[in-house]
């Protein structure tokens, strides 16, 4: 079972929405409880940092994804918010992030852009895998992803990007250190490409 | 490449959804969720929904709809109507809501916008600004168009941007169901004043129209409610939305744009 992690933010009905069209089963989840029979975990998200974390906090949920995800190494894929949570900061707040990836989240550096570049990143943009297969099985040049975000996930270490976007410059679209996955972008809201990727990870 | 957006608008207003022209005479269209599915077929970029009653009868979002539809939903929705605090911000964007466009809430208490944007992201917070030409120039008007205020929408638009607003959408509500192209002129000067991404609305009455703006300003956002839902001249109610080789010819206008800046 996929457990979609429903801590108050985030679309986890249209995620759940497509797994049944798909026929995987796949639950939201609310409760410690509920998480534990969890072979996959979803952490879906859109809002500011700090409000993310202090509802994630705040969901009673934590140390049970801790323990799934770090203890027992299940695979777990963030979703926006989601996916910054994994770092160990952001610019965007003060509370620390779960810390998974050795990575901070930064702002998009508006002096730094050579045209008139527009923030937020709203919009469908390319997303470049720099391998085939796993969570890019069967998405080619041609797919695109629904972005809407002004921060950005920076790993330390470039072998943790599954993926890049470009947006006045490239940055990482995708993150993927062994059970962690992170997409900045929406595949709930990215039509079959989205259907795809989150395909895809339930068959990782 | 980041492409434009091209975002049908749906009016809400008694649970169906209808569409006016210059923001009277709703003309019904059709069931609302019905109308999700048929978009997410055709692929479309966002969808916008608005419920047109919720700030004039001063009451609620209604919560089990937007629900619904932002399930039925496979592209970004932004929901806007009846939206006064940050709470309601936070329940919508809980019920999978990607945007809460606001709109007589900014002009009548702007710091909603950068109290929202603190707890959802200012990537979630949109400001409509409902534009009347007049003879002292524009202003925007609130509540359907039944209210005016003396705000000068470049000026405003530039002032929700600095408060943190996320998106900024220019609906004109001269043209407003009457199809004969965009207000290219106030696109332009509020693309201009800002840096956020620009919607613009009212007025579309071909594809023409919108590759029109995209080409005057390569990335940016292009609402239509009428081009959307009616076909041919007797204003057919018939759902439609450009195919993906169409929107790619509209989205190379865009790059070639953008090179010439």
Known sequence: MIAIVNYGLGNVLAIANI???????????????????????????????????????????????????????????????????????????????????????????????????LLPHMGWNDVMPRQTGSLFRSLDERARFYFLHSYYFAPRSDADVLADTDYNGPFASSVQRGNLFGVQFHPEKSHRWGIQLLHNFAEL | MLRPRIIPCLLIKGGGLVKTVNFRTPKYVGDPINAVRIFNEKEVDELMVVDIDATVEQREPNYALIKNLAAECRMPLCYGGGVTSVEQFQRLVSL??????????????????????????????????????????????????????????????????????????????????????????????????????????????????????????????????????????????????????????????????????
């Not at chain 1, 939201?28 to 700090?50: N, T």
């Not at chain 1, 202090?54 to 979703?79: A, F, K, Y």
């Not at chain 2, 208490?109 to 009347?132: F, H, I, T, W, Y």
């Open chain 1, 19 to 117: 797994y049944k069209r798909l026929g995987i089963a796949a639950e939201i989840v609310d409760s410690p409880q509920q998480l534990s029979s969890a072979e996959k975990i979803i952490l879906p998200g859109v809002g500011a940092f700090d409000w993310a974390m202090t509802r994630l906090n705040d969901s009673g949920m934590r140390d049970q994804i801790e323990e799934l995800v770090s203890g027992q190494h299940r695979p777990v894929l963030g979703i926006c918010v989601g996916m910054q949570m994994m770092a160990a900061s952001s610019e965007e707040g003060k509370l620390p992030g779960f810390g998974w990836f050795d990575a901070e989240v930064r702002r998009f550096d508006e002096s730094s852009f050579t045209s008139k570049t």
């Open chain 2, 96 to 261: 999978g809501v990607e945007k809460v466009a606001i709109s007589a809430a900014a002009v009548a208490n702007p710091n909603l916008v950068s109290e929202a944007a603190s707890k959802v992201g200012g990537q979630s917070v949109v400001v409509v600004m409902d534009v009347r030409k007049g003879p002292q120039g524009y202003t925007i008007w609130t509540h359907n168009a039944g209210k005016a205020t003396e705000l000068e929408p470049v000026a405003f638009a530039r002032r929700m941007q600095d408060l943190g607003a996320g998106e900024v959408v220019v609906n004109s509500i001269d043209r407003d169901g009457v199809m004969k192209g965009y207000d290219y002129d106030l696109a332009t000067r509020v693309r201009e004043a800002t840096s956020v991404p620009l919607t613009i609305m009212g007025g579309a009455g071909s594809l023409n129209d919108i590759a029109e703006l995209v080409r005057m300003f390569g990335v940016i956002g292009v609402a239509a409610g009428s081009l959307f839902v009616f076909k041919g001249v007797y204003r057919a109610v018939l759902i439609n939305y450009p195919s993906p080789t169409q929107k790619d010819e509209i989205a190379d206008t865009a790059q070639v744009a953008v090179q010439a800046r």
